[in-house]
């Protein structure tokens, strides 16, 4: 038992169920907010250094011993990309004081920000298949408030298909849900893989793996990405970004937790799917990226290659390539937020997201301008930058078992990220200067900040990725050794 | 000529009083036989609605003055602060007990902290099903 497991759900649900009783007062919601956020971080710290040297932490919900109860794990991936949401989260909150405006903040804007985080923790770090589904929807439903809140006719157009596609989704799960309770009796993630080990992964438990793998490839824009560069164009660039830098990663770890946890047993099927899935959401969002001349665009469809990179990590299946997945998605997670928060300030200088009608910017706005820069050459993975490792490792993993395809479309598609990025960069910061101070519609001040931390995070994670090798190693081996969690969980039934 | 609707008003403050023993008997059944806080929910909010279908908003708001968001947000932080008074006892989140307690009147009756979560998610179903009638009746 230990309760330290649930304090980064708690303490955000507490948090914007208070704020509903402030929902006049901004400053004191802002408060209130920055201050509950800085709680998480370090109640996180502490158990980040708890699970390192103790090994999976695990709380039974009520007292009641798995199977029958439900089970908070905290492993290392989970806790990892907790540590990861609190700081995007923080950095994006930072960036909205400025951008979002009193009348939504008025309308409950942070008490809804604080149930979707509350929605992404729990779909980290539960145990248990159906509360799996259940945080799914309190992140959905938090996501169509936010992506709505405001109520312009953009948001409306884009929110009725991204609801509609989720609600579709959402069935999809639950059916999958019964069908897998039909056949092992049992909805807990290491009783799950110990019933599923035990009989063998027959057909009917591929087929049901495979239906799960279309509900997440669907919330991750895993090859079904229709519904994602329209919805994600729709909100303020605030809103944005959260659902950039968390949305999808839910996706891809609920695809991460399931086939390395409980469907293994048949890589030549699920994860030769999974790679085949992973090549072709490369090469269409590449080719979106490069098609498209409207920076919100651009960065939609970079956030949908960046999901096929990832996801091919885990379908080469080896330590290195998972080590690499697991990197790239730390790195994207920060890299994504900050290029949207950065386009957000772009858009609003120039009050326009056509790349054609703005240039020269570099000159009013040299930090803006290299943070750009220096964001978009992460993204692309070059080599000090965060992005470089994480690529390197899943390309290596993938050239060592014979995933040729994967390894050439992932340096392929690096290309595109990059043409794509340096598109906008030399569009916008580049040539004549259109713009002066005077015509600005907005002005930066106080939005840097933000930026430029997650710019800094994004540094540190390359220039030293020793500090946080320890950590992803730790979260590898969870991955690969699923008796590991299992033991975590059915050991400590107290 | 004014139409009169003096049997519906009439018939409405019988039977809304009907309808909450109802919702009463529901909600503390919940533990041994069908009902709980969310079909209790329900049915409060129901009287409510009836309420509000016979007499007109500004009356009814005179007499309930509840802001029902902020009704939402109580059962919420109720069940929720259920939730982490088992933390504070140094036991796991969520955990529940109870106790068998002799009332001089009613005899031996048995008091469980789930009847304070069940009162959280009645407050919230109240206060979510009200708040939604009243917004899509609200003239914007």
Known sequence: MNNLVIFPLII?????????????QVLIQRYITIISLLALFISTLFLI??????????????????????????????????FTTIIVTLCCLWYAFRTIGKEREKHYFYPIVLFMITGVMGSFLTGDLFNLFVFFEVMLLSSYVLITLGGTNLQLREALKYVLINIVSSMLFLVALAYLYAITGTLNFAHLSMRVAETGQDGLITTVSIFFLIVFALKAALLMYFWLPGSYGAPPMAISAIFAALLT????????????????????????????????????????????????????????????????????????????????????????????????????LAGTDKLREMSGMI?????????????????????????FIGKLLVLQGALEEGFYVVAAVGLLTSLMILYSVMK??????????????????????????????????????????????????????????PQLYIEAVMGNAD | ?????????????????????????????????????????????????????????????????????????????????????????????????????????????????SVLFELGVTLAVVGATLTIILSISEDV
């Open chain 2, 1 to 113: 000529m004014k139409t009169n609707d003096v049997i519906l008003q009439t018939v409405t403050t019988v039977t809304v009083f009907i309808i909450l023993t109802f919702a009463a008997y529901l909600f503390f059944a919940g533990h041994h036989d069908p009902g709980g806080g969310f079909i209790g929910g329900l049915m409060i909010a129901s009287a409510l609605i009836l309420l509000y279908l016979a007499f007109d908003i500004e009356l009814i708001h005179k007499g309930l003055p509840f802001d029902y968001k902020l009704l939402m947000g109580v059962g919420m932080a109720l069940s929720l602060l259920t939730g982490i008074g088992a933390i504070v006892l140094q036991h796991p989140f969520l955990s529940h007990t109870f106790e068998y307690v002799d009332f001089p009147f009613f005899g031996e009756i048995e008091l469980a902290t």
């Open chain 1, 49 to 82: 250094h708890q699970v390192s040297n103790e090994g999976t932490q695990t709380l039974n919900l009520g007292g009641w011993a798995p199977p029958y109860g439900i089970t908070i794990v905290a492993d290392m991936f989970a806790l990892l990309l907790v």
């Open chain 1, 12 to 24: 955000p649900l507490f948090t914007g169920v208070l704020l509903i009783f402030f929902s006049k």
């Open chain 1, 363 to 387: 000159r009013n706005h040299a930090s803006l301008g290299w943070m750009f820069f220096l964001a978009a050459f992460a993204l692309a993975g070059v080599p000090p930058l965060s992005g």
């Open chain 1, 424 to 481: 906008i960069f030399m569009n916008g910061f580049w040539g004549e200067n259109q713009l002066s101070v005077e015509d600005e519609q907005m002005s930066t001040r106080g939005l840097m900040f933000p930026c430029a931390i997650l710019a800094a995070l994004s540094v540190a994670l390359g220039l030293g990725p020793e500090w946080a090798n320890v950590y992803v190693m730790q979260a590898e081996e969870g991955l690969s050794n």
């Open chain 1, 249 to 348: 990663k839910v996706g891809i770890y609920a695809i991460f937790r399931l086939f390395t946890l409980i469907f293994y047993h048949e890589p030549g099927v699920t994860h030769y799917l999974i790679a085949v899935m992973g090549i072709l959401t490369m090469i269409l969002g590449g080719i979106g990226a490069v098609a498209y001349w409207d920076i919100r665009r651009i960065l939609g469809y970079n956030v949908i290659i960046a999901v096929g990179f990832i996801v091919a990590g885990l379908a080469v299946f080896t330590e290195t390539a998972i080590a690499g997945s697991i990197y790239y998605l730390i790195h994207d997670m920060i890299v994504k937020a900050l290029l949207f928060l950065l386009a957000g300030v772009m858009i609003g």
